[in-house]
């Protein structure tokens, strides 16, 4: 299964939906804890980021290009389909610079 395009779509959700602003509270003796309700001598973190349009766009552009990069790998990296004889059949760029290297060594031998 092909994991790009869920992540794309991952991304479109999360980039599309905003949660309301959220109150945490910041706790602790040196202020390195988090919670959702209030504590003694706790500060009050507005923690809601709200994008603008334009980041939203950015964002699912961004998404598209990446599922689209995404999907070009996979084709660039599978492996050739088999033959009739159930062999895989050899790169034919790796097989001609093959070639080519060993004349060059044969080359250099004379």
């Known amino acids: ?14 980039a599309s939906f905003h949660a309301a602003a959220q109150k945490v509270y910041r706790c602790g003796p040196d202020g390195r804890s988090y919670q959702q309700t209030p504590c003694a001598e706790g500060k009050a973190i507005d923690v809601s980021a709200p994008r603008t349009a334009e980041q939203r766009q950015a964002a699912q552009s961004a ?10 790998f996979e ?24 070639k080519a290297a060993g004349s060059a060594k044969e080359a250099s031998k004379k």
């Open 63 to 72: 998404a598209q290009s990446d599922a689209k990069a995404g999907a070009k």
């Open 75 to 98: 084709r660039d990296t599978a492996p050739p389909p088999p033959t009739k004889s159930g062999k895989t059949r050899p790169a034919t760029a790796s097989t001609a610079t093959d």
């Open 1 to 14: 299964m092909n994991p790009v395009p869920f992540v794309a779509v991952a991304l479109l959700l999360c």
